[in-house]
């Protein structure tokens, strides 16, 4: 089967790994602060840290802003759950915004009619989670625009995006947010196995997302509340979670950033190849603004002459052929949790159709030539 998605495992990540095995620390030793720095340095953020998941970096990204009960979150409905879930975690209310056809990310204009409406019933939202879908940045100028008018807060699910650029930055660099997400589990562009990671420019959040990640703890002389009582003691400041990325973890992580422009390269060049093959075809694919460079974490084709029988029948007869063909994503309003909180069909129209005709078809670096000819001429075969 050709995956949708797949690491690239060198045999310099092995030796990295291997080394923090034998080294003193498995855990809370130097290869996280390293990491961190790495990625903070990369994407020219200030502070970094460094989690066991995006998830978990979601939820302290969430809690770090202040998200709690009556507060609302809104994201993409086009989006993996957790973009969605982490305002939960915080007891907040979760709404979507419906998104670009084009993109499939967030709509600007959506957006601003919302937060319009919002304004009048008195219900504006504290944060608002922009998704970078398929390694593509959302409009962040517009939006950070928009943040200033309705203050509201901005965190980037840029699960997809690491090694991404924005009108000629990096995604992360947090110019139009306070929080960037990212996320190092295997189908994402580079692994830690499991992993993320929250960066900010601002050293209160960065402190606090610290502290969330271990259990609320602290023993830093400023952040105490009364004189510490010896070399051993630590204080529990509010309730914060076990949320720690390894050094295992870390060490694979900081390896694999070594590659991170090499990949993105390649993907680019894996997706210009798909872009021409279908150029005379029915088959669309996102389109990219000018503004953005993708990191493509995912090649997604738009089935827009096929009607819903033909749309699955592309993907199961993908399937049969050996190409792990997908679909991202079920639209989160329509997830039977999410219809219990009160989302009904029909909510976020432009999401249920892009739902109807998008297709993922396999994209990683180490794809060779022939099994892309031969996921272009299947697809085209098919549709
Ligand atoms: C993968 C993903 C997540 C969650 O990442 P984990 O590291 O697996 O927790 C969140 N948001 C989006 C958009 C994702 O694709």
Known sequence: MIPYGKQSISQDDIDAVVDVLKSDWLTQGPKVPEFESAISNYCGAQHACATNSATSALHIACLALGVAKNDSVWTSPISFVASANCALY??????????????????????????????????????????????????????????????????????????????????GCCEFSDITVFSFHPVKIITSAEGGMAVTNCAKLYKKMQRLRSHGITNHPDEITEPSHGPWYYQQLELGFNYRMSDIQAALGLSQLKQLNNFVKVRNEIAKTYDHAFADSDILHLTQSDDCYSSYHLYVVRLTQCDIAKHKSVITSMREQGIMAHLHYVPIHLQPYYQTLGFSKGDFPNAETYYKQAVTIPLYPAMIADKQQFVINTLIGLV
């Open 90 to 171: 915080c007891g907040a209310t979760i709404d979507f915004v419906d998104i670009d056809l084009e993109t499939g990310n967030m709509s600007v204009n959506a957006l601003e009619s919302k937060l319009k409406a919002a304004k009048e019933n008195n219900c504006l939202p504290k944060v608002v989670i922009p998704v970078h879908l398929a390694g593509q940045s959302c409009n962040m100028q517009a939006i950070h625009l928009l943040a200033d008018k309705y203050d509201f807060k901005i965190i980037e699910d840029a699960s997809h995006a690491i090694g991404a650029k924005y009108l000629g930055k990096p995604v």
